[in-house]
């Protein structure tokens, strides 16, 4: 399966359809705290808006929301699988991707046969305080050669240059949050992206 080489991470349907609007392809909706029905509205825009774009649309944790609003892709963190539904989920026909941070939670990540695996802190990252060190480029191409067929994306600390080398290194997909939404002209630094990962 061959996913786009560029996923960004969003907190709002509305930063979803900026992304889609310069030509993403594939971008995940991540809200952590917010009562349910902001949730479900925020999911359904979000789910619509790529649906009419035909961009993929990946529901972060979310897994009940998820399949009650006939997504498609679904991202567990580790803590998440504690909880999720697995069998439920694969029922509903979600393809998921997991987060893995180290060599225990790659194995436990690819017994569940995930349809991509991400790897991260690639480089040292502002988004949340991380207990693990930077991954960097080596462990980017020992992840890949463990993984095998299965897509491998990249995240922590990206920039398009970043983005580049961990691609070149291995990973199928490179991913991207605050270098976008911090940056005073998103939408430029997404078509930058865009250019750099085509």
Not at 34 to 57: C, K
Not at 132 to 148: F, I, S, Y
Request: proline share 6%; aromatic share 6%.
């Amino acid at each position: 399966m061959s996913l786009p080489r560029f996923y960004p991470i969003f907190e709002s349907a509305d930063w979803v359809a900026r992304a889609l609007a310069v030509g993403v392809r594939m971008v995940q909706l991540r809200i952590k705290d917010a009562p349910e029905d902001v949730l479900r509205a925020e999911i359904t825009r979000a789910r619509d808006l790529a649906q009419d774009a035909g961009a993929i649309l990946v529901v972060n944790d979310h897994w009940r929301l998820a399949i009650e609003l006939g997504c498609d892709w679904l991202h567990l963190g580790q803590e998440d699988l504690d909880e999720a539904d697995l069998s439920a989920i694969r029922a509903a026909g979600l393809r998921l991707g997991v987060s893995t941070h180290d060599g225990a939670e790659l194995d436990r990540a690819l017994s569940v046969r995930p349809d991509y695996v991400a790897l991260g802190p690639v480089w040292p990252t502002i988004l949340k305080k991380m207990p693990w060190a930077p991954q960097g480029l080596d462990r980017v191409a020992e992840w890949k050669r463990r993984v095998g067929d299965v897509p491998l994306v990249a995240i922590g600390g990206l920039t398009p240059e970043r983005g580049r080398a961990a691609l070149d290194a291995g990973a199928d997909v490179a991913s991207a949050v605050t270098d976008i939404t911090l940056n005073p002209d998103p939408e430029a630094r997404m078509r930058e992206w865009l250019q750099v990962t085509g």
